[in-house]
């Protein structure tokens, strides 16, 4: 049987006002708020100085067996923090939204619950890359309690980094899938593994010589280039190849700290 948080979000918008009641007290959904940037940004760098490197490592490599997916989903939130400023709301050309990080003024009936669906279901921050999201995924790593990563799952992320490494050349993020399902345990629909795929870019750890990924330079996720007119990838994956290989330094940073890992 599926556990009672996956359950939940494959009935997202069937729920009853009492099992809504009941999910908002374990802490599953949540009710609409208005919320204005600057408490945003604030909480963002409030939640980040509470967070550890090695609490968010560890939690991203053991969701590789445990399959929760939400203890992956506070990594790549807490590499866009390595060098997003902190700002108040800065008037941009676009009326209402800030120049710096692109999120809007207010954000009114913020609805953190689909948030928390994207956190359980893709393992991630989703399409939305801006304070009131980042702040809202931190928050939650912050209530997960500490939990090792096996050899089981060391094997799994040495086993993604090799199929990094030795991809074709003109290998795009969109052709990960088809080659990382080849891994024995590794388990994740394709919108899972896009967004793990993504995630190591915004940790640097997939990323080019001309689009960097946020644990060396901040980039304005509503203003970051894409490929093409058509791709909906996150920067900067998005502009990645298999050409490009892994950004060992980037490694390093994050899992220097575990000899398992073949860097």
């Known amino acids: 049987m599926k556990p009672y948080e996956q359950r939940w979000i494959d009935l997202r918008g069937f729920t009853t006002d009492e099992e809504f009641a009941y999910l908002k007290e374990q802490g ?6 208005d919320m204005k940037h600057d408490e945003a ?16 490592t560890d939690l991203f490599l053991s969701s590789f067996t445990s399959e929760r997916l939400d203890c992956r989903s506070g990594f790549a ?20 939204y800030c ?16 948030w928390n669906v994207n956190r359980y279901k893709h393992g991630s921050i989703w ?21 090792k990563p096996t050899a089981d799952d060391f094997r799994i992320f040495n086993a993604i980094l090799d ?13 990960l899938h088809k080659e990382l399902k080849k891994i024995e345990g590794f388990k994740a629909s394709n919108d899972q593994c896009r967004v793990l795929v993504e995630a ?16 060396t330079h901040f980039t304005n996720p509503g203003l970051a280039p894409s490929k093409s007119h058509s791709s909906d990838w996150a920067y900067p994956v998005d502009f990645w190849t298999g050409a490009d290989g892994v950004n060992n330094k980037a490694l390093a940073f994050w899992f220097g700290a575990y000899p398992d890992i073949r860097l």
């Open 28 to 33: 599953l959904a949540f009710d609409p708020v």
């Open 163 to 175: 199929t990094l490494r030795s991809v074709e050349p003109k290998t795009k993020p969109k052709d």
């Open 77 to 96: 939130p807490f590499a866009i923090m390595q060098t997003m400023p902190d700002h108040g709301f800065t008037t941009s050309s676009a009326p209402g």
């Open 41 to 56: 940004v604030q909480k963002c760098f409030e939640y980040v100085k509470q967070c550890k490197k090695s609490h968010v």
């Open 200 to 215: 190591l870019g915004i940790a640097g750890i997939l990323e080019t010589d001309e689009h960097k990924g946020y644990l």
């Open 127 to 147: 399409l939305l890359k801006v304070p009131y999201v980042i702040q809202f995924h931190l928050a939650q790593h912050l209530q997960l309690a500490r939990q």
């Open 99 to 114: 120049a710096i990080c692109s999120a809007a003024a207010v954000y009114a009936n913020m609805d953190a619950t689909d």
